[in-house]
């Protein structure tokens, strides 16, 4: 429940498991050749992940202002293209702008450090229990409704195909 590896640490585990368990079994150049290209777009994509969310908020942040900006400088044209775009700008100019993303490592951080905090309330509820505290069957239930719903998402998260991905 308390390890949470990043993405970038899923993906560099296919990458090493690509080059030592996969590669050195392929004998058709062809069908490694794909292999090394899988590796490549995955290193890829490890590489666009750290900035991906930040770029899209500051992206869409940066398109509000330019569709507001283009409203502004047609203000008083009256043909029917500039009415769309004044109503487009209405609407879409009512969103407000995405906070950029804090760093993953932030989140991860206190995600575990939360984890971790949970996993000793868990033991001490346990403690709490074993002593004949009734209340401590009501904080069990709590804690169990949180996490059982997060193992459900994450196994269909990283179902693929009616396997879960994974070694051993």
């Given at each position: 429940?308390?390890?949470?590896?990043?993405?970038?640490?899923?993906?560099?585990?296919?990458?090493?498991?690509?080059?030592?368990?996969?590669?050195?079994?392929?004998?058709?150049?062809?069908?490694?050749?794909?292999?090394?290209?899988?590796?490549?777009?995955?290193?890829?994509?490890?590489?666009?992940?750290?900035?991906?969310?930040q770029r899209l908020a500051e992206e869409h942040n940066a398109m509000l202002h330019v569709i507001a900006e283009i409203t502004a400088l047609?203000?008083?044209?009256?043909?029917?293209?500039?009415?769309?775009?004044?109503?487009r700008a209405a609407m879409i100019g009512a969103e407000p702008e995405l906070p950029i993303p804090l760093p993953r490592e932030v989140v991860a951080d206190a995600h575990r450090a939360v984890g971790n905090a949970l996993t000793a309330t868990m033991i001490d509820l346990d403690e709490l229990q074993r002593a004949g505290v009734a209340a401590a069957d009501d904080g069990l239930a709590v804690l169990r409704?949180?996490?059982?719903?997060?193992?459900?998402?994450?196994?269909?998260?990283?179902?693929?195909?009616?396997?879960?991905?994974?070694?051993g």
């Open positions: 429940m308390n390890t949470t590896p990043n993405i970038d640490q899923l993906l560099e585990g296919v990458l090493i498991s690509l080059g030592t368990d996969v590669l050195p079994y392929v004998s058709n150049p062809k069908a490694a050749a794909t292999v090394q290209m899988m590796q490549s777009i995955l290193q890829g994509v490890r590489q666009v992940l750290p900035v991906v969310d047609l203000g008083g044209c009256d043909e029917v293209a500039a009415e769309r775009i004044r109503e409704a949180h996490v059982g719903p997060r193992v459900v998402r994450d196994t269909h998260t990283i179902l693929v195909g009616n396997a879960l991905l994974g070694r």
